[in-house]
């Protein structure tokens, strides 16, 4: 897509870098972990290896395996012992380790194994040629998208972040919010941030803000105001009573299972029910900044898709730019995808200078 200085329908077609995708959690980068290993006869490893497993476990390292085969050798393996960490000054073992080292006659020596265990397939295939590691999938709140956005979805995002950019700044504020339906193209609700100027004379009239009017809940706010006068009170309640339940035999928990609400549905559940997205089940959110804590959290309990901003917020930031990633909380009912275009305050500011636009 061209990003040339031009104007489309009113809108500028601000120079955008392409979006990148936000990790609930920062990758892990590999760092390796001195350990005690030694070679042992094929024929001895089972034994070996409960007794190791049972009496010197490694806690720090569960996703590394105790065993290596030997390229070039058939008849011995290595058996991973424990952390060098666990060897006194003196260079003695640990008691359970000493014992097997004498017993079996080993000849302990120092390895490096990976110490986290990897994210992506990628880092699975390059760090298991160090050392052989267990390849477990990610849940899903930390699972990285099998596929870049494609062209199409890329000139989608930009398309939309322009246009809330020339929102916001025209309206003279420094953050706005659009919430969009990718299926159908369009603009479900938007809003700019009123949470400061609390008391503004512009042209003749008084604007009064409110503290918490920040641009995602006035967006959110103008989402279920229009739903309230779309669909009329008691549809929804008539649509849940009829839907049909499947009879479920009683049983007691298990130990440590989480009781499950009585009639909770789930967001894809509700929105099957009520013939009609739930909340904002589906829809992409632009923000021109990164949200704080609590638009963050708004936007998970109103079951967006995907959270799209433009700029970074270091102070307060809650999706990865900032000091939290709240969409990389596990706990949480509901996670979504987060996708920046990675500019600072400053160079947003900049960019919407260069197109004549200023707060």
Known sequence: MDDSDTWTDGIPNLKLPDPAFVPGTPAPVLELVDVWVASIDKKQCNAVLKEVSAKAPLSALMHVKRVQKREGDDASLRVLLCECSDVAPDGAWPAPVRDLVDRYAMTPERAAVPGHAPRTREQWEEWNEIWPIVW????????????????EEIAEMKRWMRRVITTAYGARTDNAALIVDPAEGTVVAGGGDRSTNWRRNEGGRLLVGHPLHHAALVAINCAAELDARTYPAGEDEKNIAAAPSEPSEPSEPEVGEKR???ETLSASEMTETLGRPYLCTGYDVYLVREP????AMALTHSRVRRVVFGAKSPG?????GGKHSLHGQRTLNHHYQVYTFGLSGEEMDDLAKGAGMKL
């Open 136 to 151: 477990q999938k990610p849940n899903s709140h930390l699972a990285v998208p099998l596929e870049a956005p494609s062209t």
């Open 260 to 262: 499950r609400r009585g």
């Open 292 to 295: 704080c804590v609590m638009c």
């Open 316 to 320: 307060n930031g809650a999706l990865g």
